[in-house]
């Protein structure tokens, strides 16, 4: 059985290496049980010696898995933390992607809105339809782009990665409309 001088040793090395928050309360808790039994000198030659180092050691014990709980915790929340904030900035790099490719069809070169979107008469036939009012067209011009996704014309418009096609389509069309006619 160690004496009480390797087991304050080991104690002190634990709590000094652990990072343990509490560990002047722990300190305290044990030193007095250690002190009662410094008349010994931590001897084994009597049972009453044996059962109080015992009984020090077995508490160390269970404190020390309690300690191994708490920084299990603690690591496995700060490495699932590190998993988020990664998974975070791999869903922003994503959006920054997906809000820079068209998905349905390839753009065409040229300041020309893709008309492979949405034919150019049909979008003469709302023009002429809203004349004047460019606001009510495009929104019947983002209306008849998005029968086919309307969960997607509910978002706003920043956040619309799988139509940013559409979104840019709507964007041409709206500041070129001049020249359509």
């Known amino acids: 059985m160690p004496s009480v001088v390797i087991v304050r040793g080991f104690f002190a090395s634990l709590l000094c290496y652990s990072e343990i928050s509490n560990a002047n309360v722990l300190w305290n808790e044990f030193s007095e ?5 410094s008349d010994h000198q931590g001897c084994s030659c009597c049972r009453e010696c044996l059962l109080v180092t015992r009984g020090v050691l077995e508490e160390i014990l269970e404190r020390i898995k309690q300690v191994e709980v708490t920084i299990a915790n603690r690591d496995s929340d700060r490495n699932i933390r590190s998993y ?5 900035s791999q869903q922003a790099e994503a959006i920054t992607l997906l809000r820079n490719t068209s998905y349905g069809t390839a753009r065409p070169s040229g300041d020309e809105p893709n008309w ?34 309307p969960d997607e014309q509910l978002m706003a418009v920043e956040e619309r990665g799988r139509a940013a ?4 389509f709507i964007k041409d069309v709206t500041e070129n409309i001049s020249d359509l006619m």
């Not at 049980?33 to 039994?37: P, Q, V």
């Not at 988020?84 to 975070?88: E, N, R, W």
């Open 33 to 37: 049980a250690m002190a009662e039994d």
């Open 84 to 88: 988020f904030d990664s998974m975070a």
């Open 116 to 149: 492979a979107i949405i034919s150019k008469e049909k979008v003469l036939q709302i023009r002429k339809l809203r004349r004047e009012n460019m606001t009510k067209f495009a929104l019947d011009l983002e209306s008849d782009l998005f029968t086919d996704d």
């Open 165 to 168: 096609d559409k979104v840019e």
